[in-house]
């Protein structure tokens, strides 16, 4: 998927509340850090550890304006409600995934612009967007 979504010109940004440098360490280890242009998460500190924070954190790193224009061109992709929460609260859409830690249940409660059931769904539905 992600090697599918590079080719298609896509900018894929990581925005974790899992410590950064974790979140870096853990995504070298499993050879797919090279896919991401940018790699963000909490910091140690404890002050940006909420996903609204770590999105606007992402997107001020990589220069892109938390406008109406860019935003609408950006997708979170989460599994949990705070994900979604998240994106809501930095204006962006948000594809809730059942196949990681969130459920059914949980996507349909905090409401979700889309949500996949399987990574090829995922795939194709970015692909499409």
Do not use: N
């Given at each position: ?78 599994d949990r409600e705070h994900d979604v929460l998240g994106a809501r609260e930095c ?39």
């Amino acid at each position: 998927m992600l090697e599918a979504l590079k080719e298609a010109g896509r900018v894929l940004l990581v925005a974790t509340s899992k410590p950064e440098e974790f979140a870096r360490k853990i995504l070298e280890h499993f050879d797919m850090a090279d896919y991401f242009d940018f790699i963000g998460g909490a910091d140690m500190g404890e002050t940006r550890v909420r996903k609204g924070d770590v999105i606007r954190y992402v997107l001020e790193q990589c220069g892109l304006e938390p406008d109406h224009e860019t935003i609408g061109r950006c997708v979170m992709v989460g599994d949990r409600e705070h994900d979604v929460l998240g994106a809501r609260e930095c204006a962006m859409e948000c594809v809730g995934v059942l196949y990681e830690y969130g459920d059914r249940r949980e996507m349909d409660g905090c409401r979700p612009a889309w949500i996949a059931g399987t990574v090829k769904e995922l795939r194709d539905l970015l692909l499409s967007l």
